[in-house]
């Protein structure tokens, strides 16, 4: 049903009271090692919703590549198209400050071998969505959403972390999923992002087909060429928020490939997102099928 083509990262984190200047140690809490990366964590999210998922990525022959292929299987995501490269896998240092604030740094390892060449049509024949994040370097990303559209899949790009893409490959994406971080990022905002209803329509202009705003606690809104449609979330108490956005993308895709009309799939993502929010971590924190999602 969906196909991942991202990113597979071990995230690292240590908790500080401070972060060390230049030249300074400082003690942290004791190591913690979870599976993340986004193409990983969307997978996990779709496979744990029920779906059938398969990933396209690179780990590297290291330790952490053994650990990740084992929360991607354990699962039940198809592993027939993870690669393995020599060198390190991808890894997300990340600190985590007093008041819960992260400082990351990502190494992407294997996941910028990742290249064009990875990504055989057939792999993506069959899917009906594939889904892509920025993680993986830009020309496999076009490559492939190339190829996937050409296949009959629908794209769905979240364009995050943000970064330029060309607007062949805008046009391609139904929807476009973005925070209002990386909204402003593509409109060129510098600074505070928009109004969310105006950002919907200028991105839309750009050229996807349909477009995705995330806006946290407050939701969703999606934009089509039936105009722009609030998408409430349910209130939780929000524990941790790592993860969030790709439960909702991998949600979005899930309900799409079952077809879904975008609204109704962003409805169900907006659930899912909430339930991701209420546990700690990324990957630990996504439901399962038959688990209560929170209610709106
Ligand atoms: P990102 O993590 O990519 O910045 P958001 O913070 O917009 O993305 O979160 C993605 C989705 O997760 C939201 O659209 C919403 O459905 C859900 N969500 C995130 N934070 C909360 C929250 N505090 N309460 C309820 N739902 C939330």
Do not use: W
Request: overall charge negative; aromatic content about 2%; glycine content about 12%.
């Amino acid at each position: 049903e969906v196909v991942v083509v991202g990113s597979v990262n071990a995230d690292l984190v240590v908790s500080v009271d401070r972060r060390p200047a230049p030249g300074e140690t400082v003690l942290g809490s004791d190591l913690a090692t979870y599976p993340g990366g986004k193409g990983a964590n969307q997978a996990v999210a779709a496979a744990r919703l029920g779906g059938r998922v398969g990933i396209l990525a690179r780990i590297g022959d290291d330790g952490h590549g053994e650990l990740l292929r084992s929360a991607l299987e354990e699962a039940g995501v198809d592993l027939a198209h993870l690669l393995v490269s020599g060198g390190p896998s991808g890894v997300a240092l990340i600190t985590v400050g007093p008041d819960g604030d992260n400082s990351i740094i990502v190494s992407p390892g294997a996941n910028a071998r990742l290249e064009p060449g990875d990504v055989p049509a057939e792999a993506l024949a069959g899917a009906a969505v594939v889904s892509f994040q920025l993680e993986i370097p830009l020309p496999t990303v076009e490559a492939a959403a190339r190829a996937a559209a050409e296949g009959g899949a629908r794209v769905v790009l979240n364009l995050s972390p943000a970064a330029a893409v060309p607007d062949e490959v805008l046009a391609l994406c139904d929807p476009l999923v973005v925070n209002e971080h990386e909204a402003a990022f593509l409109l060129g905002h510098d600074g505070a992002p928009g109004v969310p209803e105006a950002m919907a329509r200028d991105l839309l202009d750009r050229g996807p087909r349909s477009v995705v705003i995330t806006l946290g606690a407050q939701g969703a809104l999606v934009a089509d060429s039936s105009g722009v449609h609030e998408v409430p979330s349910p209130k939780v108490e929000a524990v941790d928020t790592t993860g969030a956005g790709d439960a909702f993308t991998a949600a979005l895709c899930l309900r799409l490939a079952r077809g879904d009309a975008l609204a109704d799939a962003a409805r169900f993502a907006a659930r899912v997102g909430a339930a991701a929010v209420r546990k700690p971590g990324a990957q630990s924190s996504y439901p399962s099928v038959g688990e209560d999602l929170p209610a709106l």
